[in-house]
């Protein structure tokens, strides 16, 4: 019995010691709660790093910290933030060369200072430009600063970019400016991997928040700014917390207990989250759109997809309304376009086809596609058949594939699926390996589609080609002043209804529960996210 | 049993080095890279981007190479640095490493004392209403998914009774060691919960075996207690298969906690490796595979210790 004691208290002991290894002497960073205003958010993941631009999450966390000359608003729209103004050409900002290359003038803040004190200047802004333009910068979009061919540096707080050509896109980038005195001198692979600014010990920005504190796989913690530049007054919270809860049950638990201030959650939950007292459940609008994509990549697609009658035939039979609002229990918008309602770029004037399915069949029977004996349709002997490939985990997407499957086969479409794993989807994806599937692309605020519809875009990946959106979506990234650009985008989304390329079915909602303690709270679908203006945020009593 | 110690622990040195080869290929082989984690997000990525991310990790290059790299980096202690946050893999798990013991150590202890008191009185009053009970809810226990139990006690204790955390593993402002056993609390009851249901049936059936036998007809005869035959005679001697199993659960209870780290937000290892796994940030997942490895054969050695320390009929040569 006596070695039996030792074995437990042995085994006791080691759990103990594990146990006690977790409750050490509290960080003595961390504040206490009375008095202070402690912002608390149900954050969905753990972010890789802080460096905005190597992160290859959305970066709102970020954005507490750091500040870009521009940041979007709620009303999907570019604003300055370390640029006073935007340059246009109507401010005189922007200057025609005779070479056909620009200068674009960028007036800077001139009271701002880094969080350790050292001047914001024009500096940081040309070091920026020359580490996310660098091979290896890890930059989602750095092609779109590959257009700057200087950065010049009149004074302290002016900055001037020449440009090669027109990018109609210019006011969409530097959303984020590193700090040169911190990072300057070491190599872009150097700044890619380095720990004391992906960790935040020397992460210094301009915003409204300090870093103070990243709790592996639990929480990020940042603290108020005294000295923020918009005022002394601002910002109106003393603390954020951001707290890690992946899993969504989880995270729409968390806020009933009412130890959260905000979270966003799945539009699913909704109905359920619209009972939690003290908060509001709002259905912000994202700039993200669900879609059915038809590939072109593979022969079997070809002879299936290529003629757009016969893609418009397929989209005759598919019933976007019952999907918004059964599916989806109403959550969301039904969509008609790429860009979304929110942006002043967007043509509410496009009408996809409309859920008929009688006119499906006579529109494919016209097409010498004729139903067979096993109720599939048929042509030159092969079948209406093709494969959607589905995303592992993605719920909300496999249910709407399935309603789709449903639909097509009531008018003579054999569907069938393939499910992979995020990662393997991902590659088949790129690599053309498949034949539809619904998909979702997240735009920033900036209306550019050109990558993704133009023939040969980067972003391309059903192999859709049409001369005349080519025209139209070139035509409006040449276009800097805004009634230009949006002709041509009102055009290319017209354009891009009428070649059937793809099927647009809703506009992704991100519900997010906000305590009703928040104030100057203003959702944003835009990949800036709802902190946009955390600055102005308060918590009341 | 020194010997025999030193020689398992020989032994581990080329199974370790197997295994390694085994977990790099099978890592590698599953499809789509770490370039994945740049289109999760689903905006547009300049191609240019993803090839030369790809260049800097080194995935671009034969899978030979990459785990020659490994492997000559690993043997000198360095495990590589993550894909995705650019840290040193070994710093990595060694932040993570005390959470997921905490957890795992409490899930332990938790499990062993009430799995023993539920086996022992089961066994003790066979066929009481207490045995069926028993009977009844360990089928529920093994029966029942991980994550199922886990909102259901969070909606039980942390929504409607409000009287403990359901996420991480401490509120940020409030340290305290009260705090942060109350969050310890219902991943700790959730995680050993299948061990509990699994080990008192087993332990009950052990007892049972026990109880009819000739020492303990004998030990009752001599007059002792029954206190003392049960607690002395009898456990003892039940534990023995028990305590074996017991340890090599340690391994799976590590594994286990993948579950109940994700839905609990516990910062832990499980956790981490899920993270790893989407990312398909490889140096990441070979880290932990290979220490989930190193525990599971660690634990089969403690095993075999313990059966020989507990019956002496057991010899190491």
New interface residues.
């Given amino acids: 019995m006596n070695k039996n004691k030792n074995t437990f208290a042995c085994l006791s002991s080691l759990a103990a010691a594990s146990l006690l290894a977790g409750c050490g002497p509290a960080d003595d960073r961390v504040t206490a709660d009375a008095g202070r205003r402690i912002l608390r958010v149900a954050y969905e993941r753990e972010i890789d790093v802080l460096n905005a631009y190597t992160s290859q999450n959305l970066v709102d966390i970020q954005f507490s910290m750091v500040e870009g000359l521009v940041t979007t608003n709620d009303q999907n729209t570019y604003i300055p933030v370390l640029a006073k103004r935007i340059p246009t050409e109507a401010n005189g900002l922007i200057v025609h060369n005779d070479d056909g290359s620009i200068e674009m003038t960028w007036e800077l803040q001139d009271n701002v200072r880094w969080h350790d004190g050292e001047l914001f200047t024009s500096e940081d802004v040309c070091f920026t430009w020359r580490f996310v333009s660098s091979p290896g910068s890890q930059t989602y979009n750095r092609d779109q600063y590959l257009g700057i061919q200087d950065c010049l540096m009149p004074d302290e707080h002016t900055v001037v970019f020449r440009w090669n050509g027109v990018y109609g896109y210019y006011a969409s980038i530097f959303e984020a400016i590193l700090p040169e005195h911190v990072l300057g001198g070491m190599t872009t692979e150097e700044i890619v991997n380095y720990t004391p600014y992906n960790r935040g010990d020397e992460m210094v920005g301009t915003g409204p928040f300090r870093f103070a504190e990243w709790k592996s796989g639990e929480y990020i913690r940042v603290t108020r700014n005294d000295s923020y530049w918009r005022g002394t007054n601002l910002p109106a919270v003393d603390e954020i917390v951001w707290s890690f809860i992946p899993d969504n049950n989880t995270r729409l638990n968390a806020m009933k207990t009412g130890r959260y201030h905000f979270a966003r959650i799945e539009p699913t939950q909704v109905a359920e989250a619209e009972g939690i007292e003290g908060f509001e459940v709002h259905r912000v609008s994202s700039n993200s759109f669900m879609h059915l994509d038809l590939s072109l990549n593979t022969e079997r697609s070809r002879f299936l997809f290529g003629d757009p009658a016969a893609r418009r035939a397929m989209f005759h039979g598919i019933d976007r309304t019952s999907i918004a609002e059964q599916l989806m229990e109403g959550t969301v918008k039904l969509a008609n376009s790429p860009i979304n309602p929110s942006s002043p770029y967007h043509n509410p004037d496009i009408a996809q086809p409309e859920y008929d399915p009688d006119r499906a069949r006579r529109m494919l029977d016209d097409l010498d596609w004729l139903v067979g004996s096993d109720g599939v349709r048929s042509k030159d002997g092969r079948r209406f058949s093709f494969v959607m490939l589905n995303r592992a985990g993605q719920s909300d997407r496999i249910a709407l594939a399935q309603v789709i499957q449903a639909q097509l086969k009531a008018i003579g479409i054999e569907v069938s699926f393939e499910t992979l794993e995020s990662a393997a989807w991902t590659s088949r994806w790129r690599n053309g390996d498949w034949e539809a599937m619904v998909s979702a692309w997240f735009l920033s605020a900036d209306p550019s589609i050109t990558g993704q519809y133009l023939c040969n875009g980067p972003n391309n990946m059903t192999g859709m080609c049409d001369p005349e959106l080519d025209e139209l979506l070139l035509g409006s990234d040449r276009a800097l002043d805004f009634e230009t650009r949006k002709r041509y985008l009102d055009l290319a989304q017209v354009r891009l209804a009428e070649t059937s390329a793809m099927l647009p079915i809703y506009y992704n909602v991100i519900p997010e529960v906000v305590s009703q303690r928040i104030s100057n709270y203003r959702g944003s679908g835009t990949n800036f996210g709802s902190f946009w203006n955390l600055y102005e945020w308060a918590l009341e009593p | 049993m020194m010997a025999y110690t030193l020689r398992r622990l020989l032994q581990m040195i080329p199974l370790l080095f197997g295994i390694s080869i085994v977990l790099f290929a099978v890592i590698q082989a ?21 090839d ?2 790809r260049e ?1 990790l080194g995935v671009d290059r034969p899978i030979h190479i990459q785990y020659f790299r490994w492997l000559t980096a690993a043997v000198s202690g360095d495990l590589g ?1 993550s894909f ?4 040193p893999v070994a710093e ?1 798990i060694a ?2 490493l ?2 997921t ?2 957890l ?3 899930a ?2 938790l499990a ?1 004392v009430v799995s023993i008191l539920l086996g022992v009185v089961s066994a003790l009053r066979q066929y009481s209403w207490f045995d069926h009970l028993g009977t009844g809810l360990s089928f529920v226990g093994i029966a029942m998914p991980v994550f199922w139990l ?2 259901i006690l ?2 039980v204790f ?2 409607w009774l ?1 009287w403990l ?13 009260g705090d ?2 109350a969050h ?1 609390v219902l991943p700790t009851v959730v995680l050993s919960f299948n061990y509990i249901a699994g080990w008192s049936r087993y332990l009950r059936s052990s007892m049972l075996g026990v109880l009819r036998a000739d020492y303990v007809r004998t030990a009752r005869a001599k007059g002792l207690p029954e206190r003392r035959v049960v ?2 005679h009898a ?2 001697n039940a ?1 023995i298969p028990l ?1 074996s199993i017991m340890a090599l659960n340690l391994s799976s209870l590590f594994s286990g906690a993948v579950i109940t780290e ?7 290892i499980g ?2 490796f899920v ?1 790893g796994m ?1 990312a ?1 940030d490889y140096p990441l997942l070979m880290g932990i595979l290979m220490l989930g490895s190193l525990m599971v054969i660690i634990f089969n050695l403690v095993a075999d210790l ?1 059966y020989g ?2 019956d002496p009929r057991i010899r190491y040569d």
């Fill in positions: 599953a499809p789509g890279g770490p370039e994945g984690a740049l289109l999760e997000s689903g905006r547009f990525i300049d191609p240019a981007v993803i030369a991310y800097r640095t995705s946050t650019t840290r990595m932040e993570r005390p959470a013991l905490g795992m150590g409490s332990f202890v062993a886990a909102l969070q909606l942390g929504v409000g955390p359901i996420a991480g593993t401490e509120t940020v402002g409030d340290s305290s060691l942060r056993l310890l607690g002395v456990l003892r534990l305590l994700t839905v609990f937000a516990w910062p832990g956790r981490m993270q989407f398909r313990l320390y507990l």
